[in-house]
């Protein structure tokens, strides 16, 4: 019903920036709640930053004051926005959409993008 594409990864260094995008499609809906996640080799999959429908902004301890969320629902994109990127940052990182805000939180989205691969170098 939702098809979510995820780009803006790669390879950069510590102190870096990088922005990732994620591209909604089908029937789409600005009352969609949206959520970035993240997830390394061997560890489990972490929800990093959410959003409400109503544009409400929600981090995890670990990138609060580096990453930003955001939406632009005329072109139906959602972004993070990632600054002072540490090794730490390295995962995949995954868009995820749900008419629940509830759902993003507690890791139940009903719309998964494939992901993009995020590495910083030491």
């Known amino acids: 019903q939702v098809q979510l594409v995820e780009s803006g990864g790669g390879l950069v260094q510590t102190g870096d920036s990088l922005r990732l995008s994620c591209a909604a499609s089908g029937r789409t809906s600005t009352n969609y709640a949206m959520g970035w996640y993240r997830q390394a080799p061997g560890r489990q999959r972490e929800l990093v930053a959410a959003?409400?429908?109503?544009?409400?902004?929600n981090y995890a301890d670990s990138v609060k004051g580096r990453f930003t969320i955001s939406r632009d629902n005329a072109k139906n994109f959602v972004y993070l926005q990632m600054s002072s990127l540490k090794p730490e940052d390295t995962a995949v990182y995954y868009c995820a959409a749900d008419r629940s805000y509830f759902d993003i939180l507690s890791g139940r989205p009903n719309y998964w993008g494939q992901g993009t691969q995020v590495t910083v170098s030491s």
């Open positions: 959003l409400t429908s109503g544009g409400t902004p």
